[in-house]
């Protein structure tokens, strides 16, 4: 059986932000998105470790936009997914579907 | 209202942000900034991230961006330096420092990511060397002549005080930085230049 690189839980969140925002993915939205779902405070830093990852993976590829002057003359760079990242993020779904199944705890939003 | 993001941090994370992605980061905290955040909110994003890079260094699938020819290439240029100069120089701090300049600048300039890593890694490595050599060089050490076969010509004069394997260690460092520094930062330039074309 060969080793599948696997999702990890904020690599998934970072990769289904890529897939909500489509061609406009770079840092700035990635960052404002994550924090607009999840609530919580993000370094820029920590997120583009998970792209760098989901990168090294397979799972996204990136390329360099425009520099702009707000960003003191740096390029932009923009992450999509690949065919291999939505694939593993359907095959993550489903799994965390069967294991979410006949769990009452989870059920009704108590803790 | 300040529009600059803080100066030192940014100087900070533009020489220790070790990130792939480092140029990418700066840009979008820079235009994060400018959409009202505070100078004590960028010096803490700074922090964080360049914690994070270094942390990921480590990552194993990262350890790939560790240039170790460029390390060894250093090692090369160092013992030919040290040993073709020894019968006009001997052993003293110019030899060191000369050597030093030499190595340094070969690991810069052979280092295609991450420069100042490999450069750390060399004289990292050198340290231990020069360490080791000067432990195992104590005239009293049984294990001289294990010293004297490892270290051949360095070790023709063994009797080295301890004040002198230090501060040629320090003027060793020194001076691999120095030379390093020549060529530290080129990739940014070359890619800024590569923006403005």
């Known amino acids: 059986m060969t080793k599948r690189e696997q999702l990890g839980s904020f690599e998934l969140m970072v990769i289904l932000v890529l897939i909500r925002l489509g061609e406009n993915a770079y840092g700035v939205p990635i960052c404002d998105e994550l924090e607009k779902r999840t609530g919580r405070d993000l370094a820029v830093g920590s997120v583009y470790a998970a792209l760098e990852r989901l990168e090294d993976k397979g799972f996204v590829t990136s390329e360099l936009g425009e520099p702009t002057p707000e960003r003191g003359g740096r390029a932009k760079k923009y992450f999509h997914v690949t065919a291999r990242g939505l694939k593993e993020v359907r095959e993550t779904q489903r799994s965390l579907v069967k294991l979410w199944q006949g769990l009452p705890e989870l059920q009704g939003g108590k803790a | ?197």
């Not at chain 2, 529009?3 to 942000?17: C, I």
């Not at chain 2, 990552?59 to 250093?74: E, N």
């Not at chain 2, 100042?116 to 050599?133: G, K």
């Not at chain 2, 004297?148 to 070790?155: A, D, V």
């Open chain 2, 1 to 197: 209202v300040t529009t600059q993001p803080p100066k030192l941090a940014k100087w900070l994370l533009n020489h220790f942000g070790c990130s792939r992605n480092n140029d990418a980061v700066i840009g979008d905290l820079d235009e994060r900034f400018q959409q009202g955040h505070s100078p004590a909110w960028y010096g803490k994003q700074v922090l964080v991230t360049i914690v994070v890079s270094i942390v990921s260094i480590f990552d194993i699938r990262t350890v790939k961006f560790l240039d170790v020819r460029a390390v060894i290439a250093g090692w090369v240029v160092f013992t030919a330096c040290f040993h073709s100069l020894f019968p006009v120089f001997g052993r003293c701090t110019v030899l060191t420092a000369i050597a030093g300049l030499v190595s340094g600048l070969t690991v810069t300039a052979h280092s295609r990511q991450l420069q100042w890593l490999s450069l750390l890694f060399y004289t990292a490595t050198m340290s231990v060397y020069w360490i080791s050599l000067g432990l195992i060089s104590n005239p009293y050490a049984p294990s001289v002549q294990l010293y004297k076969w490892i270290g051949f010509r360095l070790t023709r004069n063994a009797h080295v005080s301890v004040e002198t394997l230090v501060g040629n260690l320090v003027v060793l460092i020194l001076f691999a930085w120095l030379g390093g520094s020549v060529c530290l930062g080129s990739d940014a330039k070359t890619e800024s230049l590569e923006h403005e074309s």
